[in-house]
């Protein structure tokens, strides 16, 4: 059976970022993908120019009727990345909420773009729209863990501050929270890192239970772009495929990234030349390299289940 997302992210001319880091490993997956471009830039803004242009909240709207108005706004994702701006904020969770009318359903998957390290790189009032209006109607969130800490008011110190704070999420609103990334101490020692994941089920009695899954992370020493936007869409991917199973489709998620990661920064160091950092157009992501590991990564990230 067909499955549609709705994608409504940024998009770049060159590289993958946002609608272009989603769409090509969606699609490879058999999913089908309409995507809404929320900026349209060159390149993205970790080069030293970039030209393009915004859309706003209206011509959003704009887009959307014009879907609704052919009857084609049945959906069973949506997927969000990256914005700026309140008022386009505000208007997809309106879309979200008329579509899940229409198909109770649908899956909305929120990467709650605010910040990262202690500090916001988004405008100060996002943070409540996010709070009060896009958790509640999400099914499926990738913070990090200052955006993590920031949506829910409680610091994370140990592994569990982390559990009480995905716990805090779910109450919120999302069944399934991923911390894709944490300053908690791995136990493979500090060339890791520590991400976590949780998922709420309702058993047939109507009762609940969680599982809860840690996954330790390889750090890589470079800066790539786009990585948020294709993490959140194998989080999509792999969760459809295995709904009731976090621990398999956050291995899955995770090995795919490891596969792009490492293929992007082996072709970068080869362009770069020995001993000399790569730029950002040699960090492009390796994406369409990688499609056999998209469609079927060999699992190199375990997760371990967590009481």
């Known amino acids: 059976m067909e499955c549609r997302v709705l994608s409504i992210q940024s998009h770049v001319v060159r590289g993958y970022v946002g609608n272009k880091s989603a769409s090509f490993p969606l699609q490879v997956l058999g999913f089908e993908v309409d995507s809404i471009n929320s900026v349209q830039f060159s390149n993205h803004t970790g080069y030293s120019?970039?030209?393009?242009?915004?859309?706003?909240?209206?011509?959003?709207?704009?887009?959307?009727?014009?879907?609704?108005?052919?009857?084609?706004?049945?959906?069973?994702?949506?997927?969000?990345?990256?914005?700026?701006?309140?008022?386009?904020?505000?208007?997809?969770?309106?879309?979200?909420?008329?579509?899940?009318?229409?198909?109770?359903?649908?899956?909305?998957?929120?990467?709650?773009?605010?910040?990262?390290?202690?500090?916001?790189?988004?405008?100060?009032?996002?943070?409540?729209?996010?709070k009060n209006k896009v958790v509640p109607v999400a099914d499926i969130i990738t913070p990090n863990q200052f955006e993590a800490e920031l949506l829910t008011g409680k610091n994370i110190s140990t592994e569990k501050d982390a559990v009480e704070v995905m716990d805090l999420l779910h109450a919120m609103g999302p069944d399934t929270v991923v911390i894709t990334s944490s300053d908690l101490p791995s136990r493979l020692g500090d060339r890791f890192l520590v991400s976590l994941g949780s998922q709420r089920h309702v058993r047939p009695d109507g009762s609940r239970t969680t599982q809860r899954v840690r996954i330790e992370v390889p750090k890589v020493d470079a800066v790539f772009v786009g990585t948020g936007d294709l993490f959140a869409a194998m989080l999509l991917a792999w969760t459809h495929h295995y709904p009731n199973d976090l621990k398999t489709a956050c291995e899955k998620t995770f090995s795919v990234m490891h596969h792009v990661i490492q293929r992007t920064i082996s072709y970068a160091h080869e362009l770069a030349g020995p001993g000399r950092r790569p730029s950002p157009p040699q960090l492009e992501l390796r994406m369409v390299q990688s499609k056999a590991d998209i469609e079927d990564p060999a699992i190199v990230t375990e997760a371990t289940v967590i009481s």
């Open 49 to 130: 120019h970039w030209k393009g242009q915004v859309l706003t909240a209206d011509e959003l709207h704009v887009l959307y009727e014009g879907i609704k108005l052919n009857n084609v706004h049945h959906y069973d994702y949506v997927l969000t990345g990256y914005t700026r701006d309140t008022s386009f904020l505000e208007m997809v969770v309106d879309i979200v909420q008329e579509l899940k009318r229409a198909n109770p359903n649908l899956v909305y998957v929120c990467d709650p773009v605010l910040g990262d390290h202690g500090s916001m790189y988004v405008p100060q009032n996002l943070y409540p729209v996010y």
